[in-house]
């Protein structure tokens, strides 16, 4: 018989805050050592209580609006309680009843089309920490509890495995390019339900759930394992499907039931009575969607229009950083295409060679629309803006500054030239006064000290012309 | 045993009952549990108290979690005699100024009335909770206990007002304690149903009280109220769940009491809270994990949160009538030893009196025996009752 995939996807995503979501402690990123980042409130610790860090609410809403969810003006905390050592208080919060977003909708371009996948709800909660195992102990590292996600909740609208990668890496892209997470190896973990029904049917099968995946290329893989696995057990009767939840094991490629004590826990989930019901207003949403940032669609089309090929775009829009510094050149008056150039082919080559990624470039947008401009405006060649580049690159310096010091310009402006010829005059008196007398040599003489202190910079024809000038009225 | 005496200390100290937390003092909340267990920081309020030039000189034990009637069941005081609660008699004794405690159930207020002293219960909201062992989050309150409404003014003033520490804090910043209120011609409401409840050495002290507020021109009257018993139904459910949700961080991995014997991580669980914790507070975590669960969900924990509304409307409208509701705090004016297994049924029992203010939130004096209720940030109004009433005691 031919049959119908059906799959809906529960998506974690790591927000990029500097803090975790209850406290000020910094994220896990930045710990060196287990434990590194850890406080009285993500420890679990009485007598704390947590405070709500404004910032994920902003993300939270900021990812709602590009998935175009109805944004919830009233948005509450609930606790999800079960025992596990690496969740502190044995207790997590989450959000159940009022999810701080719902009813959204995302446009995927697959194989046979553009798909639109109904985005049921995105909520926020936190993370837990983690658990290492040696010898005969285990080990807690809370440096992971209480960073801030969101888990994104889609309807069962995918009807293959292609369109949940397809999916997932729209959400990565549009969430990078939002500074709304780096999506990072292990910071966007997937459960999956996914049942099977005769082709036409409208009816849902048996639903299995396959929990905390971290790779594409395992969800991918388990899809397909357990899409077989359904379809043999209703056309041979290889076993009876039931409701359950499983894991699937990266070495087999199978997935496996788990133990029903993992799953048929009672959460027995209630308001938390330490956050008060957040509300936002009119004021509060308008200045998050001024700060949105456009969609990665809207984006591509936008730099497709700037004359940007597709390979750059793709890159740019890789890294929410990268993207937006070539917005801010782009404000600063540059060109967009010859700004991507800049940024894709000088910027990534000179880090190229330190073994660096473009990930790890450090320029702000103001010195480095100087060069570009220095450049268009013909004051100094390509070469000579590419070793400027490199100076800032590598030594932060000041272009305009390093370019003058270095004499790279071809041109030096005739305000600064005249001021070298007056001091250079005024430094040889005894020469003007010769000069005056007739010996034209004289003249000779100034102009090389003028060439002298100019290093070699200036049109030597503008100094003579200014120097002969300037002889004749003194 | 003697656990942290408090020393004997002049005008300007201040106990903390073992609910509160004090930078470097061990804190128990009264349980094996956290035996052991010292915190990095000191709650809000004794930051204040300190910043002010109090001393706080000690801490004073409490009844597990705060859940029994005054005290009687602290795992490092077992009673003895007599009930009382350990802040108010030292409160009593004249050793220090005042004390702060925790009312999560009223025992804070009940134990006032045994000894002679007053606590007021603030309107939630008002003074941090940062630095307090949480149980029930949702109407606990940190309160004070002194000989006097002037005492209890005086360290309210000091430890109220915002804290960004703890996301329940009002932003108001300043608020009234005043104990000189014109009383004159105010109006008090005697609830005949919780009068009725209560002993006659109880009765006598509610009508003597109330005699003396009419002697400063404040007029009494009796009303009736009949949802009180649903108001403490609805308490009494919330505070054992949010408690039971509260206390299961108290696992025996990260810090306190834990087992020592243990094969795996779920023995680690059970062995570490079958012995930490004792059987009133096991019995409210058995209810509040009950209340919670998902086939009694809506029956029980959520249609409390609906009652607390309702109960939160009429309250408001009796008091657009009323300046204050005058009631027992407690059934008897003085309480033996009993059994710990009959310690949840008790504390119900008890609570009727005291379990509105905890429900929705509004403040509640203890003094002389009795309780006067009031709406929201109405502490000058019930402190001025009060001041009334010593007035015509001396």
């Known amino acids: ?474 | 045993m003697k656990y942290y005496a408090a020393e004997l200390c002049d005008r300007g100290t201040v106990a903390v009952d073992d609910m509160v937390l004090v930078k470097d003092a061990p804190a128990t909340a009264g349980s094996r549990i956290l035996e052991g267990f010292t915190p990095l920081f000191s709650a809000e309020a004794v930051t204040r108290l300190e910043e002010k030039g109090y001393s706080v000189s000690g801490k004073t034990h409490v009844g597990e979690f705060g859940l029994d009637l005054v005290g009687e069941f602290s795992y490092y005081q077992p009673a003895e005699g007599e009930l009382k609660g350990a802040a108010a008699e030292l409160v009593a004794s004249g050793a220090v100024q005042a004390a702060l405690g925790v009312d999560m159930n009223g025992a804070p207020r009940r134990a006032a009335a045994l000894s002679g002293v007053s606590f007021l219960k603030p309107t939630y909201g008002t003074v941090s909770r940062y630095g307090v062992i949480s149980c029930a989050a949702s109407g606990e309150q940190l309160g004070v206990y002194a000989a006097t409404a002037a005492g209890i003014s005086e360290i309210m003033g000091v430890i109220a007002g915002h804290d960004e520490k703890d996301g329940t804090s009002l932003r108001q910043k300043e608020y009234d304690y005043s104990i000189e209120k014109n009383i004159n011609g105010k109006r008090v409401a005697l609830v005949k149903e919780l009068l009725a409840l209560a002993d006659d050495a109880t009765r006598a002290r509610v009508l003597a009280f109330a005699d003396a507020l009419k002697k400063q021109g404040v007029s009494v009257e009796e009303i009736s109220l009949d949802w009180t018993d649903h108001a403490n139904t609805a308490w009494q459910i919330l505070m054992t769940a949010e408690t039971c949700n509260n206390v299961s961080r108290y696992d025996g991995v990260k810090f306190g009491h834990r087992a020592a014997e243990y094969k795996n991580i779920d023995e680690l669980y059970v062995n570490t809270r079958t012995e930490g914790f004792n059987f009133l507070t096991k019995s409210v975590i058995l209810y509040g994990s009950d209340v919670l669960s998902k086939n009694r969900y809506k029956d029980c924990y959520d249609k409390s949160l609906r009652v607390r509304r309702v109960i939160a409307e009429r309250f408001e409208k009796l008091m657009a009538e009323y300046d204050a509701i005058l009631t027992p705090v407690c059934k008897n004016t003085s309480y033996q030893p009993y059994e710990i297994r009959q310690a949840f049924g008790k504390v119900f029992e008890e609570s009727v009196f005291t379990a509105i203010p905890n429900l929705i939130g509004t403040p509640a004096l203890s003094c002389g025996g009795v309780q006067l209720m009031g709406k929201q940030f109405s502490e000058g109004t019930l402190l001025s009752l009060a001041a009334g009433v010593e007035k015509e005691g001396n």
């Open chain 1, 1 to 474: 018989m031919s049959y119908e995939l059906v799959i809906g996807l529960e998506t974690h995503v790591e927000l990029s805050t500097e803090s975790k979501i209850f406290c000020s402690c910094g994220g896990h990123s930045a710990a060196k050592e287990p434990n590194d980042c850890v406080c009285p409130a993500c420890s679990g610790m009485p007598g704390m209580l947590p405070v709500m860090n404004k910032r994920v609410v902003e993300l939270a809403v900021t990812a709602g609006l590009m998935l175009n969810c109805e944004i919830s003006r009233y948005t509450t905390f609930d606790k999800k309680n079960y025992y596990y050592p690496d969740l502190p208080c044995a207790y997590q919060i989450t959000q159940l009843n009022h999810p701080i977003c719902t009813n959204g909708c995302v446009t995927i371009k697959t194989s046979g089309g553009n798909r639109d996948i109904r985005i049921k709800q995105i909520h926020m909660e936190e993370d837990a920490g983690k658990l290492v195992h040696g010898g005969k102990s285990s080990f807690v590292d809370f440096n992971r509890t209480s960073v801030p996600l969101i888990e994104i909740v889609t309807q069962p609208d995918f009807r293959s495995a292609e369109e949940v990668v397809t999916y997932l890496n729209k959400l990565k892209s549009m969430f990078r390019l939002g500074g709304i997470s780096e999506c990072e190896e292990g910071a966007m973990r997937c459960d999956v339900n996914i049942s099977i029904r005769p082709e036409g049917s409208t009816e849902f099968g048996v639903r299995t759930e396959i929990k905390n995946m971290a790779s594409f290329e395992a969800i991918e893989k388990a899809i397909r394992y357990e899409a077989q696995r359904h379809m043999d057990a209703l056309d041979f009767g290889t076993e009876e499907l039931v409701q359950e939840t499983r894991r699937f094991d990266d070495v087999s490629g199978k997935t496996f039931a788990m133990r029903n004590k993992e799953t048929e826990a009672d959460y027995r989930y209630f308001p938390d009575a330490n956050l008060m019901p957040i509300i936002i207003d009119d004021e509060w949403l308008e200045q998050i969607k001024a700060n949105k940032p456009v969609a990665v669609d809207e984006k591509a089309e936008e730099y497709r229009e700037a004359g940007i090929f597709d390979k750059e775009i793709d890159m740019l829009l890789a890294s929410h950083k990268i993207a937006k510094l070539l917005d801010d050149i782009v404000a600063l008056g540059c060109d967009a295409k010859d700004g991507a150039a800049w940024i894709l082919t000088d910027c990534a080559g000179i880090l190229r060679k330190d073994g660096k990624t473009l990930g790890e470039l450090a320029i702000t947008p103001e010195k480095l629309s100087a060069i570009i401009k220095m450049v268009d405006e013909g004051k100094i060649n390509r070469g000579a803006g590419k070793k400027i580049l490199i100076a800032v690159i590598e030594e932060d310096v000041d272009p305009v500054a390093f370019c003058a010091q270095q004499g790279l310009d071809r041109k030096v402006d005739t305000s600064m030239i005249e001021q070298i010829i007056d001091r250079v005059m005024a430094d040889h008196p005894q020469a003007i006064e010769d000069y005056k007398n007739g010996k034209t040599k004289a003249a000779q003489a100034l102009f090389g000290a003028c060439m002298k202190e100019l290093k070699g910079a200036g049109d030597p024809a503008v100094i003579k012309e200014l120097l002969e000038e300037k002889l004749k009225n003194a």
